[in-house]
């Protein structure tokens, strides 16, 4: 079963969320980025979600985490629970 390992930042709109990922895209450290600003609990791990396989995440995550490249910022990736930005740092 495909695995990956992915870190995420959750803001409440989409005008945040381009706002944080030009900031990074500019050079500021997705981890400080995602502790400062995420809505989610892994904020304060630097938005690391650990490693979980396809399924696991909601459907919007899935198409980001499975398909999109590798430690690159995608987003923003809207999901019932808010805006994300998320990259993804391993794939298997």
Known sequence: MAQASA???LVNS???CEALKSEIEQGKDF???AREHSKCPSGSQG???GTFGRGQMVREF???VFTGDLNKVHGPVKTQF???LLEV???S
């Open 7 to 9: 870190r995420h930042i």
């Open 14 to 16: 989409e005008a945040e």
């Open 47 to 49: 938005g690391d979600l």
């Open 31 to 33: 981890a400080d980025v």
């Open 62 to 64: 899935d198409e980001v």
């Open 89 to 91: 740092t391993s794939r």
């Open 82 to 84: 808010g805006y994300h």
